[in-house]
């Protein structure tokens, strides 16, 4: 299976026809957060697949532009502490990152991210019951806490993340969030079961599962 994940940055030639010329035969779109939903929208439109996302803290509330208001990206499946199933694929999602201020939206305390985690696993561990494996795609904002992440506060990994990874261990967990200037700046990190990927700006990846 081949996806196109994206979080933080518009890419142009993503948002452009340009887009079937580079990226092709992907079977679906993973959304990692701080992106417009239009442009979230532009992409599965031009390449007919479906789209998994979560909301990143730099994303609106409601997103006005000529065609409306819009509260998510139109055509895509909302994963925060949901579980979903896209054919023989098991995908779960948790959004936002810590709270670093009270005006700012999707952010949430140590406590609320715990909660938010704790929320999946019922449907974890029924899935581990029935087939065998708890979750293949976990999609977060955030990083997990000491991969990927900065030392700041705003841009701190999610403790509860790292539990959940170990725990459940999902094939892959993508992630957004903390930028990359450096061409040796470390994006995808092997935790144990799972892949852990910094998605900023974008990455097309086979998924081996």
């Not at 694929?89 to 009270?102: D, M, Q, S, T």
């Not at 581990?128 to 700041?152: C, E, N, Q, S, W």
């Not at 994006?187 to 974008?202: A, D």
């Amino acid at each position: 299976m081949k996806i196109l994940s994206v979080s933080d940055k518009v890419i142009p030639f993503l948002y452009s026809p340009e887009i079937l010329e580079k990226i092709h035969d992907v079977d679906l779109v993973i959304a990692c957060g701080d992106l417009p939903y239009y442009y979230q929208e532009y992409i599965i439109k031009k390449l007919r697949v479906p789209l998994f996302f979560v909301r990143g803290n730099h994303d609106p509330v409601v997103e006005y532009d000529a065609n409306g208001e819009r509260k998510a990206p139109r055509g895509g499946k909302d994963l925060h502490r949901r579980v979903v199933y896209q054919d023989e694929l098991i995908l779960a999602g948790v959004e936002g990152c810590n709270r670093y201020n009270r005006q700012g939206n999707f952010q949430y305390t140590t406590a609320e991210m715990w909660m938010n985690v704790f929320r999946l696993v019922p449907e974890l561990l029924i899935n581990r019951l029935l087939y065998g494996r708890a979750l293949d795609i976990f999609v977060t904002h955030a990083a997990p806490l000491g991969i990927h992440d900065k030392p700041d506060w705003t841009h701190r990994g999610i403790k509860a993340f790292n539990w959940l990874i170990r725990v459940f261990k999902p094939k892959y967990h993508f992630h957004g969030h903390n930028h990359v200037y450096k061409l040796d700046t470390i994006t995808e990190t092997q935790v144990g079961e799972t892949l852990v990927i910094n998605t900023y700006g974008y990455k097309v990846k086979d998924l081996e599962l």
